[in-house]
């Protein structure tokens, strides 16, 4: 049972630097979410897709981009990285019927920017 | 907008304590309500979860009730365990405007620590 795959795990970058996140789901979810987690800030949501082929900003799009390559994949990218973009990354995925349903999370992904 | 407040932690509890950690919200619409769980060094799961007023959500002795009223989701559980030593986090969705997306708001999270 893979669920959400997230990769890389950990990732240090110097100010600057591009990355990609990568996100992936196997449980044909239509919708898919990024989020950041800061101490004591709880989880805020950066970009989410509600379908394929749609993607919409969250709370804190600055800086991101999305891209949601299929139904499977959802890739945050980091064009310009930052000290203030060192956090942990969570991708989540979940059905849309209308109803409030659960969220899917992958085990994270630790970025620090030097 | 939307927002969720929860008790300042950490909270340490010796086994077999009971338990509450409060969560108080503010919404437009009318919101679902759900607390989730992290483990350490994994993802949230959700732990339960409340669709209107006056519902409660229920799971692994985990109790939690939506009270429109007070505009609050708190947690409690009668007697806690080691094993439930984690982050618990208070979280909103309302469904407007996201074309069915559930988009959560969340607590600031509260950390747990259960002794033996």
């Known amino acids: 049972n893979a669920g959400v795959t997230q990769t890389p795990k950990f990732q240090v970058l110097k100010t600057g630097q591009s990355m990609t996140l990568q996100c992936a789901q196997d449980?044909?979810?239509?919708?898919m979410y990024w989020y950041r987690q800061d101490p004591g800030m709880g989880l805020r949501l950066i970009y989410y897709?509600?379908?394929?082929?749609?993607?919409d900003k969250g709370e804190v799009p600055n800086g991101y981009n999305v891209s949601r390559l299929n139904k499977r994949e959802f890739s945050l990218r980091l064009e310009s990285a930052a000290p203030s973009q060192t956090s942990v990354y969570f991708c989540?995925?979940?059905?849309?019927?209308?109803?409030?349903?659960?969220?899917?999370f992958g085990e994270g992904s630790r970025l620090t920017v030097l | 907008g939307n927002s969720v407040t929860q008790m300042e932690g950490p909270v340490t509890l010796s086994e077999e304590a009971f338990l509450t950690i409060n969560c108080t919200y503010t919404?437009?619409?009318?919101?679902?309500l759900f607390w989730y769980v992290q483990y350490p060094g994994e993802g949230l799961q959700l732990l339960l979860k409340?669709?209107?007023?006056?519902d409660k959500g229920s799971n692994k002795g985990f109790e939690a009730t939506y009270r429109k009223e007070t505009t609050s989701f708190h947690l409690e559980k009668g007697s806690v365990q080691v094993s439930d030593s984690a982050v618990y986090f208070c979280?909103?969705?309302?469904?407007?405007?996201?074309?069915?997306?559930?988009?959560?708001?969340f607590g600031q999270g509260t950390r747990l620590t259960i002794n033996p």
């Open positions: 989540a995925s979940s059905e849309s019927k209308g109803i409030a349903g659960e969220l899917f």
């Open positions: 449980m044909n979810h239509n919708s």
């Open positions: 897709s509600a379908s394929e082929g749609t993607t």
């Open positions: 919404a437009t619409g009318y919101p679902s």
């Open positions: 409340a669709t209107k007023a006056d």
């Open positions: 979280a909103l969705t309302t469904l407007e405007g996201s074309q069915g997306a559930q988009k959560l708001v």
